[in-house]
């Protein structure tokens, strides 16, 4: 019952806004002799544009812009004297969208004028900690977040609280920080078990979560046990969220090393992406099903869905998915034994990565940039890679990474003869392993 009284609440809040840019919409229209079926001709319905100008719905930013777009008129026309108001409801359009840098610098922009009161304020935090987790950017993530909790616990907004709580813990996970990410989930787990009320979905996410935590932890049976909870609960979830569901899953099984239940769960994933129109999504189950395929052995499957991945990503003109599909290729390239189209391919995700800011995106085209090297006989070329890739990592403390690297280095160095360096490196990179098992 809170829930449907809030949601009231914030379609009753947001409908000024929606009358005042339907009224502007209208007058545009009629100015143009246009009917509401020729402005929506091509994407929407007649319908759509007459809830639109009654006021009934807010317009998302790519209908505001397409329908400006057919007006002759730029978008800023049909907000008005509301930008201030539009910014806040912009941002959160991009953050639903995945436009996640542009969203963490709107919110960023929004904290900036200090003028939010501390229950809007709190908001703007959760909002920009969520789109930094998903640039990967934990350590920020994981401050903004905690502060959003404390916010929204002294407002008595427990639901919020909860919803900015899983991004603190998602940050923590980020920064390898297994104990506190595990500690916050839980804590979460038992407020769900004590009555708290939030969307069906929630609990789905923290249970994905906390199965990736033991996963990387390497505790397959508790992973799986928190997957199969989840997957029971699913069954009920639109298109849309099923698939997000059954991609995490996939991931999961694949990181677990359940090939077979990867494959069909990606399969599903990008049907159901598909339908429900969310191309980069698709591409990105596409990119993923490329690997499963590359663990398999099958390479033409692999390359296969490497370029369709590629084709969907360069249509939506992502940097950011294509550092990783371009890795992806390098990748089925050096195991197919071209070693110069691989290093030119991660070469490529290198440049990508760079340009996204994409950190995991880097230190993965590095490993692979490395190993094409080496297999090209330029281990000099490979170590200096290898040296940059794994000072970045330190300095972002990227675990993981760093270990993945420092174990590839140590191997060339070995390779050289200097026995010495070689036995230094693999004792950083045990050092790591050992400090993410114990955090």
Request: charged fraction near 25%; include cysteine.
């Given at each position: 019952?809170?829930?449907?009284?809030?949601?009231r609440?914030?379609?009753?809040?947001?409908?000024?806004?929606?009358?005042?840019?339907?009224?502007?919409?209208?007058?545009e229209?009629l100015?143009?002799?246009?009917?509401?079926?020729?402005?929506?001709?091509?994407?929407y319905?007649?319908?759509?544009?007459?809830a639109?100008?009654?006021?009934?719905?807010?317009?998302s930013?790519?209908?505001?812009?397409?329908?400006?777009?057919?007006l002759?008129i730029p978008a800023t026309?049909?907000m008005g004297?509301?930008v201030?108001r539009w910014?806040?409801?912009?941002?959160d359009?991009?953050?639903?969208s995945?436009?996640?840098?542009?969203?963490?610098d709107?919110y960023?922009?929004?904290?900036s004028?200090g003028t939010?009161?501390p229950?809007?304020?709190a908001?703007?935090?959760?909002?920009?900690?969520?789109?930094?987790?998903?640039?990967e950017?934990g350590?920020?993530?994981?401050?903004?977040?905690?502060?959003?909790?404390e916010?929204?616990?002294?407002?008595?907004?427990v639901?919020?609280?909860?919803?900015a709580a899983?991004?603190q813990?998602?940050?923590?996970y980020?920064?390898?920080n297994?104990l506190?990410?595990?500690?916050?989930?839980?804590g979460l787990?038992?407020?769900?078990k004590?009555?708290?009320?939030?969307?069906?979905?929630?609990?789905v996410?923290?249970?994905?979560?906390?199965?990736?935590?033991?996963?990387r932890?390497?505790h397959?049976?508790?992973?799986?046990?928190?997957?199969?909870e989840a997957?029971?609960?699913?069954?009920?979830f639109?298109?849309?969220?099923?698939?997000t569901f059954?991609?995490?899953l996939a991931l999961?099984?694949?990181?677990?090393?359940?090939?077979?239940?990867?494959?069909?769960?990606?399969l599903?994933?990008?049907?159901l992406?598909?339908a429900?129109?969310?191309?980069?999504?698709?591409a990105?189950?596409e990119n993923?099903l490329?690997?499963?395929?590359l663990?398999?052995?099958?390479?033409?499957?692999?390359?296969?869905?490497?370029a369709v991945a590629?084709?969907?990503f360069?249509?939506?003109?992502?940097?950011?998915?294509l550092?990783?599909v371009?890795?992806t290729?390098a990748?089925i390239?050096?195991?197919?034994g071209?070693?110069?189209?691989?290093?030119a391919?991660a070469?490529?995700?290198l440049q990508?990565?760079e340009?996204?800011?994409?950190?995991?995106?880097f230190?993965?085209?590095?490993?692979?940039?490395?190993r094409?090297?080496r297999q090209?006989?330029?281990r000099?070329?490979?170590?200096?890679i290898?040296?940059?890739?794994?000072?970045?990592a330190?300095?972002q403390?990227r675990r993981i990474?760093?270990?993945?690297l420092?174990?590839?280095?140590?191997?060339?160095v070995?390779?050289?003869?200097?026995?010495?360096?070689a036995?230094?490196?693999?004792?950083?990179?045990?050092?790591?392993s050992?400090?993410?098992?114990?955090s």
């Amino acid at each position: 019952m809170q829930l449907t009284r809030t949601a009231r609440s914030h379609v009753e809040a947001d409908r000024p806004l929606a009358q005042r840019i339907g009224g502007r919409l209208r007058a545009e229209r009629l100015q143009r002799g246009l009917t509401q079926a020729q402005l929506a001709e091509g994407r929407y319905t007649k319908a759509y544009v007459s809830a639109l100008e009654n006021g009934h719905i807010k317009p998302s930013m790519a209908a505001l812009n397409f329908l400006a777009g057919r007006l002759g008129i730029p978008a800023t026309t049909l907000m008005g004297e509301d930008v201030s108001r539009w910014s806040r409801l912009e941002a959160d359009l991009m953050l639903a969208s995945g436009d996640w840098q542009r969203a963490a610098d709107a919110y960023g922009d929004l904290l900036s004028t200090g003028t939010a009161s501390p229950a809007i304020k709190a908001h703007f935090l959760k909002g920009r900690a969520e789109a930094l987790c998903r640039l990967e950017r934990g350590g920020e993530a994981v401050r903004l977040a905690t502060e959003a909790v404390e916010l929204f616990t002294a407002a008595g907004n427990v639901q919020d609280a909860a919803r900015a709580a899983y991004w603190q813990s998602n940050g923590f996970y980020l920064l390898e920080n297994s104990l506190e990410a595990r500690r916050i989930l839980t804590g979460l787990l038992e407020q769900l078990k004590d009555g708290l009320a939030l969307e069906p979905d929630f609990k789905v996410r923290v249970l994905i979560a906390l199965a990736a935590i033991e996963s990387r932890d390497i505790h397959g049976d508790v992973a799986l046990s928190y997957l199969e909870e989840a997957r029971g609960i699913s069954a009920e979830f639109d298109d849309r969220r099923r698939a997000t569901f059954d991609f995490t899953l996939a991931l999961s099984y694949q990181e677990l090393g359940d090939f077979e239940g990867a494959l069909t769960l990606g399969l599903q994933a990008a049907a159901l992406f598909k339908a429900s129109d969310a191309q980069l999504e698709a591409a990105s189950v596409e990119n993923s099903l490329a690997m499963v395929y590359l663990k398999r052995g099958s390479l033409d499957l692999a390359r296969e869905q490497a370029a369709v991945a590629r084709r969907e990503f360069e249509r939506l003109g992502s940097e950011r998915w294509l550092a990783h599909v371009a890795d992806t290729e390098a990748q089925i390239a050096l195991r197919a034994g071209d070693r110069d189209g691989a290093a030119a391919l991660a070469s490529e995700a290198l440049q990508l990565a760079e340009a996204s800011g994409n950190q995991k995106a880097f230190a993965d085209a590095a490993l692979t940039l490395a190993r094409a090297r080496r297999q090209q006989g330029d281990r000099a070329g490979a170590i200096e890679i290898l040296q940059q890739a794994a000072e970045r990592a330190r300095q972002q403390d990227r675990r993981i990474q760093l270990e993945s690297l420092l174990g590839e280095w140590a191997d060339i160095v070995a390779e050289e003869g200097d026995h010495a360096r070689a036995y230094e490196l693999s004792r950083e990179a045990l050092a790591v392993s050992r400090t993410r098992s114990a955090s």
